[in-house]
Protein backbone atom coordinates (compact mmCIF):
# COMPACT_ATOMS: atom_id res chain seq x y z
CA UNK A 1 0.00 0.00 0.00
CA UNK A 2 1.57 3.29 -0.83
CA UNK A 3 1.95 6.50 1.38
CA UNK A 4 -1.50 8.11 -0.45
CA UNK A 5 -3.82 4.94 0.43
CA UNK A 6 -2.51 4.83 3.51
CA UNK A 7 -3.18 7.58 4.63
CA UNK A 8 -6.68 7.75 3.41
CA UNK A 9 -7.29 4.70 5.30
CA UNK A 10 -6.14 5.94 8.54
CA UNK A 11 -8.24 8.94 7.32
CA UNK A 12 -11.24 7.43 7.35
CA UNK A 13 -10.65 4.70 10.30
CA UNK A 14 -10.71 8.90 12.31
CA UNK A 15 -7.29 8.27 13.07
CA UNK A 16 -6.18 11.93 11.96
CA UNK A 17 -2.63 12.48 13.90
CA UNK A 18 -1.61 9.39 12.05
CA UNK A 19 -3.34 10.39 8.82
CA UNK A 20 -1.83 14.13 8.36
CA UNK A 21 1.70 12.13 8.67
CA UNK A 22 1.03 9.98 5.66
CA UNK A 23 -0.42 12.78 4.02
CA UNK A 24 2.54 14.54 4.61
CA UNK A 25 4.85 12.41 3.22
CA UNK A 26 2.22 11.05 0.38
CA UNK A 27 2.26 15.07 -0.59
CA UNK A 28 5.76 15.18 -1.24
CA UNK A 29 5.90 12.24 -3.18
CA UNK A 30 2.62 13.66 -5.36
CA UNK A 31 3.27 17.38 -5.25
CA UNK A 32 0.56 17.45 -8.42
CA UNK A 33 -2.21 14.81 -6.71
CA UNK A 34 -4.78 17.48 -6.53
CA UNK A 35 -7.20 15.13 -5.03
CA UNK A 36 -4.47 14.14 -2.68
CA UNK A 37 -3.89 18.03 -0.98
CA UNK A 38 -7.97 18.15 -1.23
CA UNK A 39 -7.80 15.11 1.29
CA UNK A 40 -4.94 15.82 3.29
CA UNK A 41 -6.82 19.25 3.92
CA UNK A 42 -9.80 17.61 5.00
CA UNK A 43 -7.87 15.81 7.71
CA UNK A 44 -6.05 19.27 8.88
CA UNK A 45 -9.32 20.98 8.92
CA UNK A 46 -10.95 18.25 10.97
CA UNK A 47 -8.05 18.34 13.01
CA UNK A 48 -8.91 22.11 14.03
CA UNK A 49 -5.65 23.04 12.01
CA UNK A 50 -7.82 25.63 9.70
CA UNK A 51 -5.32 27.80 8.58
CA UNK A 52 -2.60 25.40 7.54
CA UNK A 53 -5.97 23.51 5.76
CA UNK A 54 -6.78 27.09 4.33
CA UNK A 55 -3.69 27.12 2.60
CA UNK A 56 -3.55 23.82 1.04
CA UNK A 57 -7.31 24.22 -0.44
CA UNK A 58 -6.20 27.39 -2.23
CA UNK A 59 -3.64 25.31 -3.75
CA UNK A 60 -6.03 22.78 -5.14
CA UNK A 61 -8.47 25.84 -6.29
CA UNK A 62 -5.44 27.44 -7.92
CA UNK A 63 -4.70 24.19 -9.83
CA UNK A 64 -8.38 23.43 -10.24
CA UNK A 65 -10.43 26.49 -10.07
CA UNK A 66 -13.77 24.56 -10.80
CA UNK A 67 -13.63 22.36 -7.56
CA UNK A 68 -16.72 23.29 -5.04
CA UNK A 69 -15.74 21.29 -2.71
CA UNK A 70 -12.59 23.04 -2.44
CA UNK A 71 -13.80 25.89 -2.27
CA UNK A 72 -17.07 25.67 0.40
CA UNK A 73 -14.24 23.83 2.67
CA UNK A 74 -11.86 26.87 2.10
CA UNK A 75 -14.58 29.52 3.31
CA UNK A 76 -15.24 27.63 6.36
CA UNK A 77 -11.93 27.14 7.25
CA UNK A 78 -11.14 31.16 6.56
CA UNK A 79 -14.61 32.00 8.76
CA UNK A 80 -13.31 29.64 11.56
CA UNK A 81 -9.94 31.62 11.94
CA UNK A 82 -11.93 35.06 11.18
CA UNK A 83 -10.87 36.21 7.81
CA UNK A 84 -14.14 36.95 6.79
CA UNK A 85 -14.13 38.68 3.74
CA UNK A 86 -11.79 35.74 1.48
CA UNK A 87 -14.44 33.45 3.05
CA UNK A 88 -16.92 35.64 1.60
CA UNK A 89 -15.04 35.18 -1.64
CA UNK A 90 -14.86 31.44 -1.38
CA UNK A 91 -18.26 31.05 -0.86
CA UNK A 92 -19.21 33.05 -3.53
CA UNK A 93 -16.98 30.77 -6.17
CA UNK A 94 -18.41 27.68 -4.22
CA UNK A 95 -21.89 28.90 -4.67
CA UNK A 96 -21.68 29.69 -8.14
CA UNK A 97 -19.92 26.54 -9.34
CA UNK A 98 -22.47 24.42 -7.12
CA UNK A 99 -25.69 26.50 -7.60
CA UNK A 100 -27.96 24.11 -6.40
CA UNK A 101 -26.37 23.27 -3.02
CA UNK A 102 -28.01 24.63 -0.39
CA UNK A 103 -25.32 24.49 2.05
CA UNK A 104 -23.32 26.44 -0.32
CA UNK A 105 -25.85 28.77 -0.63
CA UNK A 106 -25.69 28.90 3.45
CA UNK A 107 -22.57 29.77 4.19
CA UNK A 108 -22.19 32.82 1.26
CA UNK A 109 -25.37 34.27 3.12
CA UNK A 110 -24.43 33.86 6.93
CA UNK A 111 -21.08 35.43 5.88
CA UNK A 112 -22.60 38.34 4.14
CA UNK A 113 -25.15 39.22 6.65
CA UNK A 114 -21.84 38.82 8.77
CA UNK A 115 -19.94 41.26 6.63
CA UNK A 116 -22.77 43.42 6.33
CA UNK A 117 -23.86 42.89 2.88
CA UNK A 118 -27.40 41.97 4.25
CA UNK A 119 -29.57 42.59 1.33
CA UNK A 120 -27.05 39.97 -0.77
CA UNK A 121 -27.03 37.96 2.00
CA UNK A 122 -31.05 37.47 2.18
CA UNK A 123 -31.27 36.55 -1.26
CA UNK A 124 -28.81 34.04 -1.04
CA UNK A 125 -30.25 32.47 1.76
CA UNK A 126 -33.78 32.46 0.34
CA UNK A 127 -32.14 30.91 -2.83
CA UNK A 128 -31.07 28.17 0.23
CA UNK A 129 -34.46 28.26 1.55
CA UNK A 130 -36.30 27.38 -2.12
CA UNK A 131 -33.27 24.43 -2.47
CA UNK A 132 -34.25 23.10 1.00
CA UNK A 133 -37.13 24.85 2.80
CA UNK A 134 -36.38 22.83 6.38
CA UNK A 135 -33.66 24.29 6.61
CA UNK A 136 -33.24 25.62 10.06
CA UNK A 137 -30.04 27.55 9.88
CA UNK A 138 -30.58 29.34 6.60
CA UNK A 139 -34.07 30.65 8.57
CA UNK A 140 -32.06 31.84 11.36
CA UNK A 141 -29.86 33.83 9.30
CA UNK A 142 -32.62 35.11 7.27
CA UNK A 143 -34.23 36.02 10.34
CA UNK A 144 -31.05 37.95 11.06
CA UNK A 145 -30.88 39.96 7.71
CA UNK A 146 -34.60 40.63 7.66
CA UNK A 147 -33.72 42.17 11.70
CA UNK A 148 -30.59 44.07 10.69
CA UNK A 149 -33.27 45.81 7.65
CA UNK A 150 -35.87 46.28 10.82
CA UNK A 151 -38.43 44.31 8.86
CA UNK A 152 -39.56 42.78 12.16
CA UNK A 153 -42.75 40.53 11.57
CA UNK A 154 -40.84 39.10 8.65
CA UNK A 155 -37.78 38.43 10.79
CA UNK A 156 -40.43 37.24 13.70
CA UNK A 157 -41.18 34.53 10.90
CA UNK A 158 -38.33 33.10 9.83
CA UNK A 159 -36.89 33.03 13.28
CA UNK A 160 -40.25 30.77 14.54
CA UNK A 161 -39.30 28.35 11.30
CA UNK A 162 -36.02 28.15 13.04
CA UNK A 163 -37.53 27.41 16.08
CA UNK A 164 -38.91 23.82 14.70
CA UNK A 165 -34.96 22.46 15.42
CA UNK A 166 -33.71 24.87 17.92
CA UNK A 167 -35.94 26.50 20.47
CA UNK A 168 -33.70 28.70 21.79
CA UNK A 169 -34.61 30.75 18.61
CA UNK A 170 -37.42 32.32 21.12
CA UNK A 171 -34.56 35.05 22.07
CA UNK A 172 -34.53 36.37 18.71
CA UNK A 173 -38.54 36.30 17.92
CA UNK A 174 -38.63 38.16 21.26
CA UNK A 175 -36.15 40.93 20.35
CA UNK A 176 -38.46 41.63 17.28
CA UNK A 177 -41.41 41.57 19.07
CA UNK A 178 -39.67 44.68 21.07
CA UNK A 179 -38.56 46.60 18.19
CA UNK A 180 -42.48 45.96 16.79
CA UNK A 181 -43.47 47.50 19.97
CA UNK A 182 -45.25 44.11 21.25
CA UNK A 183 -43.75 44.26 25.16
CA UNK A 184 -46.02 41.74 26.34
CA UNK A 185 -45.08 39.52 23.61
CA UNK A 186 -41.36 40.52 24.20
CA UNK A 187 -41.73 39.88 27.94
CA UNK A 188 -43.09 36.48 27.47
CA UNK A 189 -40.52 35.38 25.13
CA UNK A 190 -37.62 36.38 27.22
CA UNK A 191 -38.93 34.79 30.08
CA UNK A 192 -39.18 31.45 27.94
CA UNK A 193 -35.25 31.90 26.99
CA UNK A 194 -34.45 32.51 30.73
CA UNK A 195 -36.52 29.07 31.88
CA UNK A 196 -34.42 27.25 28.18
CA UNK A 197 -31.33 28.69 28.84
CA UNK A 198 -30.66 29.75 32.86
CA UNK A 199 -27.89 31.81 33.55
CA UNK A 200 -27.56 33.36 30.13
CA UNK A 201 -26.99 37.49 30.67
CA UNK A 202 -28.18 38.64 27.20
CA UNK A 203 -31.41 37.48 28.14
CA UNK A 204 -31.73 38.33 31.17
CA UNK A 205 -30.53 42.04 30.78
CA UNK A 206 -33.19 42.18 27.63
CA UNK A 207 -35.83 41.14 30.44
CA UNK A 208 -35.07 43.52 32.45
CA UNK A 209 -35.29 46.50 29.78
CA UNK A 210 -38.58 45.23 28.76
CA UNK A 211 -39.69 45.38 32.54
CA UNK A 212 -38.48 49.22 32.57
CA UNK A 213 -40.63 49.45 29.49
CA UNK A 214 -43.45 48.51 30.86
CA UNK A 215 -43.04 50.52 34.55
CA UNK A 216 -42.72 46.93 36.06
CA UNK A 217 -40.47 48.37 38.83
CA UNK A 218 -40.20 45.20 41.22
CA UNK A 219 -39.82 42.34 38.15
CA UNK A 220 -36.71 45.06 37.12
CA UNK A 221 -35.09 44.73 40.69
CA UNK A 222 -35.51 41.08 40.14
CA UNK A 223 -34.57 39.99 36.89
CA UNK A 224 -31.08 42.76 37.73
CA UNK A 225 -30.56 40.63 41.32
CA UNK A 226 -30.36 37.73 38.89
CA UNK A 227 -28.34 38.97 36.09
CA UNK A 228 -25.71 40.29 39.42
CA UNK A 229 -25.55 37.03 39.98
CA UNK A 230 -25.29 35.69 36.68
CA UNK A 231 -22.29 38.27 35.42
CA UNK A 232 -20.15 36.92 38.57
CA UNK A 233 -19.82 33.59 37.07
CA UNK A 234 -16.71 32.81 35.94
CA UNK A 235 -17.89 30.30 33.00
CA UNK A 236 -20.33 31.63 30.41
CA UNK A 237 -21.58 30.52 27.39
CA UNK A 238 -19.61 32.01 24.36
CA UNK A 239 -22.02 33.86 22.39
CA UNK A 240 -24.01 34.77 25.57
CA UNK A 241 -22.90 38.87 24.83
CA UNK A 242 -25.88 41.38 25.51
CA UNK A 243 -26.55 44.54 24.02
CA UNK A 244 -25.04 47.16 26.12
CA UNK A 245 -27.27 50.25 25.89
CA UNK A 246 -29.42 49.23 28.57
CA UNK A 247 -27.02 49.21 31.06
CA UNK A 248 -26.42 53.07 30.58
CA UNK A 249 -30.18 53.62 32.88
CA UNK A 250 -30.51 50.13 34.74
CA UNK A 251 -29.53 49.81 38.22
CA UNK A 252 -26.64 48.12 38.35
CA UNK A 253 -23.39 47.60 39.51
CA UNK A 254 -20.21 49.02 38.25
CA UNK A 255 -18.53 46.01 38.09
CA UNK A 256 -21.49 44.67 35.95
CA UNK A 257 -21.55 47.43 33.73
CA UNK A 258 -17.68 46.85 33.75
CA UNK A 259 -18.20 43.03 33.05
CA UNK A 260 -20.99 43.69 30.18
CA UNK A 261 -19.28 46.75 28.14
CA UNK A 262 -15.98 44.67 28.35
CA UNK A 263 -17.40 41.25 26.87
CA UNK A 264 -19.48 43.20 23.91
CA UNK A 265 -15.94 45.18 22.72
CA UNK A 266 -13.95 42.19 23.34
CA UNK A 267 -17.00 40.91 20.68
CA UNK A 268 -16.51 43.91 18.15
CA UNK A 269 -12.30 43.82 18.21
CA UNK A 270 -12.26 40.12 17.42
CA UNK A 271 -14.68 40.45 14.32
CA UNK A 272 -13.36 43.35 13.22
CA UNK A 273 -9.43 41.44 13.30
CA UNK A 274 -10.44 39.37 10.46
CA UNK A 275 -10.97 42.20 8.24
CA UNK A 276 -8.67 44.93 6.32
CA UNK A 277 -7.71 47.75 8.05
CA UNK A 278 -8.80 51.19 6.60
CA UNK A 279 -6.22 53.51 8.30
CA UNK A 280 -3.30 55.57 6.90
CA UNK A 281 -4.67 54.75 3.49
CA UNK A 282 -4.49 58.14 2.26
CA UNK A 283 -1.95 61.30 3.28
CA UNK A 284 -4.59 63.74 4.70
CA UNK A 285 -4.70 67.08 2.23
CA UNK A 286 -4.09 70.35 3.19
CA UNK A 287 -7.14 72.78 3.49
CA UNK A 288 -10.64 72.44 4.83
CA UNK A 289 -10.65 70.10 7.66
CA UNK A 290 -12.73 67.58 7.04
CA UNK A 291 -15.16 66.11 9.47
CA UNK A 292 -17.21 63.13 9.08
CA UNK A 293 -20.21 61.60 11.01
CA UNK A 294 -21.31 58.67 11.49
CA UNK A 295 -24.58 57.37 12.34
CA UNK A 296 -28.00 55.04 12.09
CA UNK A 297 -30.52 58.01 13.32
CA UNK A 298 -30.48 60.67 10.45
CA UNK A 299 -34.09 59.93 10.17
CA UNK A 300 -36.94 60.47 12.67
CA UNK A 301 -35.00 59.88 15.65
CA UNK A 302 -34.14 61.53 18.74
CA UNK A 303 -30.86 62.09 17.89
CA UNK A 304 -32.05 63.26 14.20
CA UNK A 305 -34.72 66.12 15.28
CA UNK A 306 -31.24 67.07 17.55
CA UNK A 307 -29.44 67.57 14.35
CA UNK A 308 -32.06 69.26 12.08
CA UNK A 309 -29.77 72.53 10.84
CA UNK A 310 -27.18 71.43 12.62
CA UNK A 311 -24.48 69.95 9.94
CA UNK A 312 -25.69 72.92 7.71
CA UNK A 313 -24.23 75.62 10.42
CA UNK A 314 -20.54 74.68 9.90
CA UNK A 315 -17.90 76.74 8.56
CA UNK A 316 -17.96 75.88 4.95
CA UNK A 317 -14.71 78.32 5.04
CA UNK A 318 -12.39 75.88 7.49
CA UNK A 319 -14.19 72.35 7.03
CA UNK A 320 -16.13 70.02 4.69
CA UNK A 321 -19.16 67.53 6.16
CA UNK A 322 -19.46 63.99 5.03
CA UNK A 323 -22.48 62.12 5.86
CA UNK A 324 -22.42 58.09 6.43
CA UNK A 325 -25.73 57.19 7.04
CA UNK A 326 -26.16 53.23 8.25
CA UNK A 327 -29.84 53.35 7.88
CA UNK A 328 -32.07 54.36 4.84
CA UNK A 329 -34.76 57.00 5.35
CA UNK A 330 -36.77 58.31 3.13
CA UNK A 331 -38.91 60.53 5.75
CA UNK A 332 -39.25 64.53 5.57
CA UNK A 333 -35.86 64.73 8.13
CA UNK A 334 -34.38 62.00 6.46
CA UNK A 335 -34.20 63.79 3.34
CA UNK A 336 -33.16 67.15 4.89
CA UNK A 337 -30.85 66.13 6.90
CA UNK A 338 -29.01 64.00 3.62
CA UNK A 339 -29.12 67.50 2.06
CA UNK A 340 -26.98 69.77 4.46
CA UNK A 341 -23.75 67.51 3.99
CA UNK A 342 -20.78 68.31 1.11
CA UNK A 343 -21.00 64.27 0.58
CA UNK A 344 -23.37 62.15 1.63
CA UNK A 345 -23.40 57.71 1.39
CA UNK A 346 -25.56 55.60 1.79
CA UNK A 347 -24.08 53.09 3.93
CA UNK A 348 -27.15 50.70 5.04
CA UNK A 349 -26.28 47.90 2.53
CA UNK A 350 -22.54 48.06 2.79
CA UNK A 351 -20.19 46.18 4.64
CA UNK A 352 -18.50 47.23 7.63
CA UNK A 353 -15.31 47.17 5.78
CA UNK A 354 -16.86 48.78 2.97
CA UNK A 355 -18.10 51.98 4.93
CA UNK A 356 -14.37 51.97 6.63
CA UNK A 357 -12.81 52.11 3.14
CA UNK A 358 -15.28 55.04 2.19
CA UNK A 359 -14.35 57.15 5.31
CA UNK A 360 -10.62 56.38 4.40
CA UNK A 361 -11.14 57.63 0.64
CA UNK A 362 -12.91 60.51 1.86
CA UNK A 363 -9.53 61.40 3.92
CA UNK A 364 -11.51 62.02 6.99
CA UNK A 365 -9.62 64.29 9.80
CA UNK A 366 -11.94 63.68 12.47
CA UNK A 367 -15.04 60.85 12.53
CA UNK A 368 -17.81 61.26 14.77
CA UNK A 369 -19.88 58.37 16.07
CA UNK A 370 -23.29 59.57 16.68
CA UNK A 371 -25.02 55.96 17.37
CA UNK A 372 -22.59 54.50 19.97
CA UNK A 373 -24.15 51.12 21.38
CA UNK A 374 -28.31 52.05 20.47
CA UNK A 375 -29.83 50.22 18.01
CA UNK A 376 -28.25 50.14 14.35
CA UNK A 377 -24.76 50.89 15.62
CA UNK A 378 -22.30 49.42 14.07
CA UNK A 379 -18.75 49.92 15.64
CA UNK A 380 -16.78 47.35 13.63
CA UNK A 381 -16.60 49.99 11.42
CA UNK A 382 -14.70 52.39 13.76
CA UNK A 383 -12.91 49.03 15.23
CA UNK A 384 -11.24 49.08 11.69
CA UNK A 385 -9.99 52.89 12.02
CA UNK A 386 -10.46 54.32 9.00
CA UNK A 387 -9.94 57.77 10.41
CA UNK A 388 -6.88 59.19 12.42
CA UNK A 389 -9.42 61.28 15.28
CA UNK A 390 -12.19 58.94 15.97
CA UNK A 391 -14.88 60.61 18.83
CA UNK A 392 -18.02 59.22 20.06
CA UNK A 393 -20.66 61.87 21.00
CA UNK A 394 -24.73 62.25 21.30
CA UNK A 395 -26.13 58.58 20.78
CA UNK A 396 -24.07 56.68 23.70
CA UNK A 397 -23.59 59.00 26.69
CA UNK A 398 -21.80 57.03 28.99
CA UNK A 399 -18.24 54.85 28.66
CA UNK A 400 -17.34 52.31 26.07
CA UNK A 401 -14.39 51.14 27.19
CA UNK A 402 -13.78 51.30 22.98
CA UNK A 403 -10.24 51.25 21.81
CA UNK A 404 -11.34 52.36 18.81
CA UNK A 405 -12.56 56.43 19.87
CA UNK A 406 -9.85 58.94 20.89
CA UNK A 407 -12.60 60.25 23.28
CA UNK A 408 -16.18 60.72 24.34
CA UNK A 409 -17.78 64.69 23.65
CA UNK A 410 -19.72 66.12 26.44
CA UNK A 411 -19.83 69.37 28.63
CA UNK A 412 -18.63 70.29 31.83
CA UNK A 413 -22.02 70.26 33.49
CA UNK A 414 -23.24 66.62 31.83
CA UNK A 415 -19.63 65.02 33.03
CA UNK A 416 -17.84 66.99 35.06
CA UNK A 417 -14.18 67.22 36.18
CA UNK A 418 -14.80 66.42 39.89
CA UNK A 419 -17.27 63.42 38.76
CA UNK A 420 -17.07 59.82 39.11
CA UNK A 421 -16.04 58.25 35.84
CA UNK A 422 -14.61 54.29 35.88
CA UNK A 423 -14.28 53.96 32.55
CA UNK A 424 -10.95 54.38 29.96
CA UNK A 425 -12.57 56.40 27.77
CA UNK A 426 -11.18 60.23 27.74
CA UNK A 427 -14.14 62.79 28.20
CA UNK A 428 -13.42 65.91 25.92
CA UNK A 429 -15.83 68.61 27.05
CA UNK A 430 -16.77 70.90 24.61
CA UNK A 431 -17.84 74.38 25.19
CA UNK A 432 -22.11 75.10 26.45
CA UNK A 433 -23.93 72.80 26.45
CA UNK A 434 -23.65 68.95 24.63
CA UNK A 435 -26.70 68.81 22.86
CA UNK A 436 -27.63 70.24 19.35
CA UNK A 437 -30.95 72.02 19.28
CA UNK A 438 -32.95 71.00 15.98
CA UNK A 439 -35.60 73.02 14.11
CA UNK A 440 -38.31 72.25 16.67
CA UNK A 441 -41.56 73.77 16.67
CA UNK A 442 -42.63 76.33 18.71
CA UNK A 443 -45.81 75.28 19.95
CA UNK A 444 -49.13 77.40 21.05
CA UNK A 445 -51.23 76.86 24.31
CA UNK A 446 -54.43 74.78 23.21
CA UNK A 447 -55.59 73.36 26.48
CA UNK A 448 -59.07 72.18 25.34
CA UNK A 449 -57.74 70.20 22.11
CA UNK A 450 -55.77 68.36 24.69
CA UNK A 451 -58.33 68.08 27.30
CA UNK A 452 -56.14 69.60 29.52
CA UNK A 453 -58.26 71.28 32.46
CA UNK A 454 -57.86 74.99 32.55
CA UNK A 455 -57.23 77.01 35.76
CA UNK A 456 -55.49 74.84 37.44
CA UNK A 457 -51.09 73.84 37.05
CA UNK A 458 -50.60 71.24 35.32
CA UNK A 459 -47.29 69.65 35.16
CA UNK A 460 -45.65 67.11 32.99
CA UNK A 461 -43.27 64.18 31.58
CA UNK A 462 -42.70 63.38 28.37
CA UNK A 463 -39.96 61.18 28.83
CA UNK A 464 -40.13 57.02 27.63
CA UNK A 465 -41.31 54.34 30.08
CA UNK A 466 -38.04 53.62 30.68
CA UNK A 467 -36.48 56.35 31.80
CA UNK A 468 -38.96 56.24 35.02
CA UNK A 469 -37.87 54.51 38.39
CA UNK A 470 -39.95 54.07 42.09
CA UNK A 471 -38.14 56.74 43.42
CA UNK A 472 -39.90 59.23 40.74
CA UNK A 473 -43.16 58.13 40.76
CA UNK A 474 -42.85 58.40 44.63
CA UNK A 475 -41.28 61.87 44.28
CA UNK A 476 -44.25 62.71 42.05
CA UNK A 477 -47.16 61.23 44.47
CA UNK A 478 -45.64 63.19 47.23
CA UNK A 479 -45.59 66.18 45.01
CA UNK A 480 -49.41 66.13 44.44
CA UNK A 481 -50.23 65.44 47.63
CA UNK A 482 -48.43 68.58 48.61
CA UNK A 483 -49.80 70.60 45.71
CA UNK A 484 -53.51 69.49 45.82
CA UNK A 485 -54.62 71.69 42.60
CA UNK A 486 -52.01 70.24 40.60
CA UNK A 487 -52.31 67.66 37.94
CA UNK A 488 -50.03 65.32 36.29
CA UNK A 489 -49.90 64.92 32.52
CA UNK A 490 -47.50 61.64 31.76
CA UNK A 491 -46.90 60.30 28.29
CA UNK A 492 -46.57 56.97 28.62
CA UNK A 493 -46.50 53.98 25.75
CA UNK A 494 -50.58 52.40 26.55
CA UNK A 495 -48.61 48.64 27.51
CA UNK A 496 -46.60 50.82 30.36
CA UNK A 497 -49.77 52.13 32.11
CA UNK A 498 -51.15 49.87 34.01
CA UNK A 499 -47.19 48.86 35.69
CA UNK A 500 -47.47 52.64 36.59
CA UNK A 501 -50.94 53.06 37.80
CA UNK A 502 -50.35 50.21 40.14
CA UNK A 503 -47.09 51.34 41.54
CA UNK A 504 -48.66 54.78 41.92
CA UNK A 505 -51.93 53.29 44.34
CA UNK A 506 -49.20 51.32 46.11
CA UNK A 507 -47.52 55.07 47.07
CA UNK A 508 -50.43 56.81 47.84
CA UNK A 509 -50.65 58.64 44.72
CA UNK A 510 -54.34 59.78 43.56
CA UNK A 511 -55.55 58.71 40.15
CA UNK A 512 -57.81 61.32 39.47
CA UNK A 513 -54.61 63.48 39.09
CA UNK A 514 -53.45 61.75 36.62
CA UNK A 515 -53.95 62.15 32.81
CA UNK A 516 -51.72 59.36 30.81
CA UNK A 517 -51.21 60.67 26.88
CA UNK A 518 -50.48 59.31 23.83
CA UNK A 519 -47.57 60.23 21.29
CA UNK A 520 -48.77 62.98 18.90
CA UNK A 521 -47.48 64.03 16.15
CA UNK A 522 -44.11 66.87 16.50
CA UNK A 523 -46.29 70.01 15.81
CA UNK A 524 -48.95 68.61 18.29
CA UNK A 525 -46.55 67.66 20.93
CA UNK A 526 -44.97 71.34 20.78
CA UNK A 527 -48.70 72.61 21.20
CA UNK A 528 -49.02 70.41 24.20
CA UNK A 529 -46.03 71.36 25.95
CA UNK A 530 -47.13 74.72 25.44
CA UNK A 531 -50.19 74.05 27.11
CA UNK A 532 -48.60 72.57 30.29
CA UNK A 533 -46.58 74.64 32.89
CA UNK A 534 -43.47 72.49 33.67
CA UNK A 535 -42.09 69.49 32.95
CA UNK A 536 -40.56 67.13 35.90
CA UNK A 537 -37.45 65.61 34.31
CA UNK A 538 -36.31 61.88 35.16
CA UNK A 539 -33.96 60.96 37.94
CA UNK A 540 -31.81 58.15 35.87
CA UNK A 541 -31.89 59.16 32.55
CA UNK A 542 -32.85 62.89 31.71
CA UNK A 543 -34.82 64.67 28.95
CA UNK A 544 -32.24 65.18 25.90
CA UNK A 545 -34.19 66.30 22.74
CA UNK A 546 -37.75 65.79 25.01
CA UNK A 547 -35.99 68.64 26.93
CA UNK A 548 -34.74 70.83 24.12
CA UNK A 549 -38.56 70.25 22.67
CA UNK A 550 -39.50 71.52 25.87
CA UNK A 551 -37.31 74.48 25.51
CA UNK A 552 -38.52 75.92 22.28
CA UNK A 553 -42.47 75.47 23.40
CA UNK A 554 -41.56 77.70 26.59
CA UNK A 555 -41.67 75.18 28.93
CA UNK A 556 -39.17 75.02 31.47
CA UNK A 557 -37.92 71.68 33.01
CA UNK A 558 -36.91 71.03 36.76
CA UNK A 559 -34.02 69.13 37.13
CA UNK A 560 -32.17 67.12 39.94
CA UNK A 561 -28.48 66.09 40.01
CA UNK A 562 -28.05 62.45 39.20
CA UNK A 563 -24.79 60.35 39.88
CA UNK A 564 -24.06 59.68 36.10
CA UNK A 565 -23.69 61.49 32.76
CA UNK A 566 -27.38 60.79 31.78
CA UNK A 567 -28.68 62.20 34.54
CA UNK A 568 -27.12 65.35 34.27
CA UNK A 569 -28.24 66.06 30.98
CA UNK A 570 -31.24 69.00 31.63
CA UNK A 571 -28.77 69.91 34.81
CA UNK A 572 -26.82 70.85 32.21
CA UNK A 573 -29.05 72.97 29.82
CA UNK A 574 -30.53 74.57 32.89
CA UNK A 575 -26.98 75.65 33.94
CA UNK A 576 -26.32 76.93 30.20
CA UNK A 577 -29.55 78.79 30.18
CA UNK A 578 -28.65 80.15 33.92
CA UNK A 579 -31.78 78.50 35.30
CA UNK A 580 -30.02 77.66 38.60
CA UNK A 581 -33.04 77.41 40.60
CA UNK A 582 -34.82 74.42 38.03
CA UNK A 583 -31.64 72.62 39.23
CA UNK A 584 -32.18 69.95 42.75
CA UNK A 585 -29.49 68.61 44.54
CA UNK A 586 -31.76 66.08 46.33
CA UNK A 587 -35.04 64.33 45.43
CA UNK A 588 -36.73 66.27 48.73
CA UNK A 589 -35.54 69.40 47.17
CA UNK A 590 -36.65 68.66 43.66
CA UNK A 591 -40.33 67.50 45.44
CA UNK A 592 -40.04 71.06 47.56
CA UNK A 593 -39.66 73.36 44.29
CA UNK A 594 -42.30 71.80 42.60
CA UNK A 595 -45.31 71.94 45.04
CA UNK A 596 -43.69 75.82 45.58
CA UNK A 597 -44.22 76.60 42.20
CA UNK A 598 -47.21 74.44 42.13
CA UNK A 599 -49.49 76.57 44.74
CA UNK A 600 -47.84 79.64 43.71
CA UNK A 601 -49.15 80.88 40.53
CA UNK A 602 -46.90 84.30 40.35
CA UNK A 603 -43.76 82.04 41.02
CA UNK A 604 -44.24 79.94 38.75
CA UNK A 605 -45.38 82.71 35.96
CA UNK A 606 -42.15 84.23 37.01
CA UNK A 607 -40.00 81.02 36.29
CA UNK A 608 -42.07 80.63 32.75
CA UNK A 609 -40.81 84.24 31.98
CA UNK A 610 -37.71 83.84 32.59
CA UNK A 611 -36.76 80.36 31.43
CA UNK A 612 -37.75 81.81 28.01
CA UNK A 613 -35.96 84.66 27.49
CA UNK A 614 -33.01 82.71 28.52
CA UNK A 615 -33.78 80.58 25.95
CA UNK A 616 -33.42 83.21 23.39
CA UNK A 617 -30.54 84.92 25.65
CA UNK A 618 -28.35 82.61 25.17
CA UNK A 619 -28.86 81.28 21.49
CA UNK A 620 -29.46 77.55 23.19
CA UNK A 621 -31.92 76.66 20.01
CA UNK A 622 -29.53 78.16 17.15
CA UNK A 623 -28.02 75.29 15.24
CA UNK A 624 -24.91 77.59 15.34
CA UNK A 625 -24.45 77.24 18.92
CA UNK A 626 -23.41 73.64 18.54
CA UNK A 627 -21.41 73.44 15.24
CA UNK A 628 -18.86 76.45 16.24
CA UNK A 629 -18.30 74.52 19.43
CA UNK A 630 -17.58 71.09 17.49
CA UNK A 631 -15.69 73.13 15.49
CA UNK A 632 -13.27 74.52 18.51
CA UNK A 633 -12.57 70.72 19.94
CA UNK A 634 -11.92 69.56 16.52
CA UNK A 635 -9.43 71.99 16.35
CA UNK A 636 -8.14 71.43 19.51
CA UNK A 637 -7.88 67.90 18.13
CA UNK A 638 -6.11 68.44 15.27
CA UNK A 639 -3.63 70.53 17.10
CA UNK A 640 -2.66 68.20 19.89
CA UNK A 641 -1.85 65.99 17.53
CA UNK A 642 -4.65 63.07 18.80
CA UNK A 643 -4.68 59.94 17.15
Known sequence: MDDAACARQLHLGGRLVEAVEWYARAALQQPDDVQLKHDYAVALMQLGRESDAAVLFESVLSDSPARADSAMALALCLRAIG???????????????????????????????????????????????????????????????????????????????????????????????????????????????????????????????????????????????????????????????????????????????????DRYVARVQQQANGLADSSDVHARPAGRIRIGYLSADFCEHAVGTLLDGFFAAHDRAAFLVFGYSLRASRSRLGVSLRGEFDVHHECGDIADDAVARLVADDRIDVLFDLTGFTAGSRPGILARRPAPVQIGWLGFIHGQQAPWLDGILMDEHVQPEHADWAYDDRVLRMPGFMLPSGRAPKGQPRRSDFGIPEGVPVFASFNNAYKL??????????????????????YLNPAARAGFVRKWSELG???????????????????????????????????????????????????????????????????????????????????????????????????????????????????????????????????????
Open 83 to 261: DLLPAREAAAQAANLAPDDPHAWLVLGSLQVGTGAVRDGEQSLRRCLQLAPAFAEASHYLGEALQLQERWVEAAHAYRNAMRAQPTEVMNVAICAERAGDLVAARAGYIQMCQLRPGRSDSLLRLAQVCSLLCEFEQEAQVLGLLEATLRLEEREPDDVPEVFPISYLQLSQSARMAIL
Open 469 to 490: DVELVAAWAEITSRATDLHLLI
Open 509 to 643: GDPRRLMLVDEVSWQDQADRAASCDLMLDAFRYQAGATALGCASAGLPVLSRMGATALGRLSVSMNRFLGMEDLICDTTEEYIQTAVRLANCTDALELVRREFRANVVRTGLLAPRRAAAAVESVVKTLLGEGAG
